[in-house]
């Protein structure tokens, strides 16, 4: 399918913006924005009662009320309230949350079609999300899956933490041994190094070294 009709809930006028611009170089004709939940749905009812319903969803989570007494407060319940009223429509959770009980739910309980995190890679990735639902697929950002898939996010070792720090500050695999070495931490060779970085690009579902920190860093592990 294509997508001609997009809302975006977002309270935050430069994120509203920078949402827009990306949906206007997918070429989608028909853009629209809310700053409140409940106008959101208002508009999303609208568009259904006058046979023209929005096709696409984007949602922020975390909304800052603007109207005394609001229905609705959260991304959450919007979703969930507009895919009851519309169960078809297509819905993306773009949030600053990378919490994975947070993900859990909007993927899992109220069945959000994309999960994207908010941040560096942020609207790449929302575009990624887009194409992937226009394909009646579903997404979830790296850094989501990331925190889905790991059982416990604070179960790195302090000397996988020394790793991946030093890895960050541009060390070379023979240069954290060497400064290991020069602590007296152990292991320290060359190969337990590699060896270390390579369990933990599995862990993290990370194809390559630099993802890997991307990824401790966005869910603050490092």
């Known amino acids: 399918m294509t997508f001609t009709k ?31 939940c409940d106008n959101a749905l208002l508009k999303i009812k609208r568009a259904l009662h006058d046979g023209e319903p929005f096709q696409l969803l984007i949602s922020d989570l975390s909304f800052v009320s603007h109207t005394p007494e609001p229905k609705l407060t959260s991304g959450q319940e919007l979703i969930t309230e507009v895919k009851r009223i519309q169960p078809n429509i297509k819905t993306i959770a773009f949030s600053v949350w990378n919490k994975q009980q947070i993900i859990k739910e909007l993927i899992e309980d109220i069945k959000a079609d994309a999960y994207i995190c908010k941040g560096l890679n942020g609207f790449k990735e929302l575009t990624k ?41 541009g060390f070379k695999q023979q240069d954290i041994s060497d400064y290991f070495k020069s602590k007296n ?25 630099p993802q890997l920190i991307y990824l401790a860093q966005s869910l603050e592990l490092i």
Request: glycine residues 2%.
């Open 129 to 169: 999300a887009i194409n992937a639902l226009a394909k009646n697929e579903t997404y979830i950002c790296p850094i989501a899956t990331a925190s889905l898939q790991r059982k416990n996010v604070f179960e790195l070792t302090e000397y996988e933490k020394q790793i991946l720090q030093l890895t960050a500050k």
């Open 185 to 209: 931490i152990t292991p320290n060779s060359r190969r337990s190094i590699e060896d270390h970085l390579s369990k933990l690009r599995d862990n993290f579902n990370a194809s390559t070294t």
């Open 6 to 36: 997009v809302l975006i809930a977002e309270d935050i006028d430069i994120s509203n913006e920078g949402i827009a611009s990306k949906l206007s170089a997918l070429d989608i004709a028909q853009v629209e924005q809310s700053q409140s």
